[in-house]
């Protein structure tokens, strides 16, 4: 069976270091970089495109919420972990909504860290059973919404990304651009999301999407 490469990316030298032993402890386990900034970390994921990237949420000034999407952005067969101190639900839903599959706090980083990293390499998602009542709202949420609109369920793959976008706040030239579509392609796409959602008026779609991004 080959091994799990992971990289762990943490602006704490020593915290960084202990999880670093840690995980290569592990069987199966091989850490193939470190980093200690997001920039770092990109370069790391996009040169060795590990398996698994496991990054502390907050590098210095830096987020690596962004870094999340990027890695999504750009399709990368890479699963990101994000460790934080935070056990605020606004950062772990900005968290999820950023294409990360696991959520580990760091506090528990040293027992859990291992079992996050073999459970979403399998292609599960993972998070620190102290806040995993989290999914549990995210889930009732999402049903809920689906109940108030069952159209959602018609929305095409397209569609679905370019409201996932439309959330992180992009236009639609940005939403083009990222997409490497025409304009006119978005704004079309634009139209059909909000007669399927019965949504009219000016911003409604953006309205919409900000209240309810969280159950997206």
Known sequence: MSETRIIIADD?????????ETVRQERGLAVVGEAES????????????????????????????????????????????????????SIFNEAIEAGAVGYVLKDAAAREIADAIRVTAGGNS????????????????ASALL????RLEQLTPAERKILRLIAEGKTSKEVAGELSISYRTVENHRANICAKLGLSGTNSLLRFVLEHRSSL
Do not use: Q
């Open 147 to 150: 109940r108030e609109k069952p």
């Open 38 to 89: 997001v920039t770092e970390a990109w370069n790391l994921i996009e040169g060795l495109k590990p398996d698994v990237a496991v990054l502390d949420v907050e590098m210095g000034t830096e987020s690596s919420v962004g870094l999340a999407r990027r890695v999504r952005e750009a399709a990368l067969p890479v699963r990101v972990v994000f460790l934080t101190m935070h056990k605020e639900e």
């Open 12 to 20: 704490h030298p020593l915290f960084r270091r202990g999880l670093v």
């Open 126 to 141: 993972y998070v620190s059973p102290v806040i995993s009542s989290y999914l549990l709202r995210r889930a009732a949420r």
